[in-house]
């Protein structure tokens, strides 16, 4: 199958997801990340706001405004790129693109992150070697060409596949957390765990 043919299988696989299966999966793959090593080290928490059949992430935002710094994506209108902005309380974020929740724009914070940066990485598919199938727009793959820090994805372990297609622009993920498992592609393992 091509991008667009497994867009459309993971879509309607996570369509057809039960609620309360949903429910639960989320608060698993939520629960291994903040009990990672990956998580628990870093300063800087770079984490999209889930919207609709994404992995819920509003349990770890809700938890790392407690102990870390926490950015989360804006797109930039008429673009396909994103920018993170630090955000303080849930009440810092507003309807924006895509009917998303985004952060008020506050030029303070723009992208003030440092090295010792962790961002999640939302994806409709995973493959085992950390390659991520997205809705197609590009944002993630841009940001992360740039990005300094570690990055995670987090994905149900019935949208892993052996092998996605991929080109020069396509950028894997440091490490992948599932509700069943976490695999690190060895790329930059020795900078979390020494």
């Known amino acids: 199958m091509n991008k667009k ?15 309360s299966v949903k429910t ?10 903040l009990d990672s090593e990956m998580y628990k080290t870093c300063d ?9 059949i994404e ?14 710094n926490v950015y989360c994506p804006r797109c930039v209108e008429g673009t396909n790129i994103m920018e993170f902005y630090k955000v303080s309380s849930f009440a810092d974020l ?13 030029s303070d914070t723009l992208n003030g992150f440092g090295k010792n940066a962790l961002c ?4 409709l598919s995973y493959d085992k070697k950390g390659y991520r199938l997205g809705f197609g727009k590009g944002y993630y793959d841009r940001f992360l060409s740039g990005f300094d820090g570690v990055s995670v994805g987090i994905c149900y372990d019935n949208c892993l596949i052996d092998e996605l297609p991929s080109d020069k622009f396509d950028i ?9 498992k976490s695999v690190s592609f060895g790329l930059r393992k020795e900078e979390i765990y020494g």
């Open 5 to 19: 043919q497994l867009r459309s299988f993971y879509k309607q696989q996570r369509l057809c997801m039960d609620k």
């Open 120 to 123: 999640v990485v939302p994806a």
């Open 24 to 33: 639960d999966l989320d608060a698993k793959i939520a629960q291994k990340l």
């Open 44 to 52: 800087d928490l770079l984490v999209y706001v889930s919207f609709g």
């Open 55 to 68: 992995v819920d992430t509003l349990e770890i935002i809700r938890q790392a405004l407690a102990e870390k």
């Open 94 to 106: 507003q309807q924006g693109s895509y009917g998303i929740l985004e952060p008020q724009i506050n």
């Open 172 to 180: 894997c993920v440091d490490h992948l957390i599932t509700e069943n």
